[in-house]
């Protein structure tokens, strides 16, 4: 199978959504894009914005669940608003990527993602890249309780990166 069709079909019922404020966020967040193609996770790659398309926002999140999705990945910048109103009109897990922005480095990003009032979660990572692609890695440990073949191949991923540290020669 090529790369195309493959993506074609990890994209057809996803399990995962990302979804970004805008798409200048796509060359962070193309890093959860790839980590979970890695794993072979179905998951599409969305732009919407809390504030720019506010409409779009609520009706993905709102919809989310009845359409097969299982865990809700949103990163914005400054005014990071997104992680918020996914988390506001859905009951799936979100995790909440903060966007390292121009003005304050990210800090805007992660205090405007992270201080979510009790009731409504949102699970915040890191800045930037890290947070992206620990958050494909979150999704796929959430969805590895109940996939025993996603779990082995965390296990295997955990093993390969230890290795590659231990064979660290400077
Ligand atoms: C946020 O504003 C986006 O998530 C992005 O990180 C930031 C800047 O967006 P653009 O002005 O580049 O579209 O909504």
Do not use: Y
Not at 144 to 157: D, G, Q, Y
């Amino acid at each position: 199978m090529g790369k195309k069709e493959k993506a074609e079909e990890q994209s057809a019922n996803p399990l995962v959504a990302v979804v970004m404020g805008s798409k200048s966020d796509w060359d962070t967040m193309r890093h959860a894009d790839e980590t979970l193609t890695e794993f072979g996770v179905a998951h599409e790659c969305r732009v919407m914005s809390a504030h720019r398309s506010p409409g779009l926002a609520s009706e993905f999140a709102s919809t989310a669940e009845s359409r097969g999705v299982e865990v809700l990945i949103a990163a914005a910048g400054g005014a990071a608003h997104l992680a918020g109103v996914m988390a506001a009109h859905t009951t799936l897990p979100v995790l909440g990527v903060p966007m390292k922005s121009d003005a304050l480095n990210g800090l805007d990003s992660l205090l405007s993602t992270v201080q979510m009032p009790g009731g409504i979660p949102v699970a915040t990572l890191a800045i930037g890249k890290p947070g992206a692609t620990n958050a494909a890695l979150f999704a796929v440990s959430i969805l590895a309780n109940s996939r025993p073949e996603l779990r082995k191949k965390l296990h295997e991923f955990r093993e390969a990166q230890e290795k590659k540290i231990r064979e660290t020669v400077l």
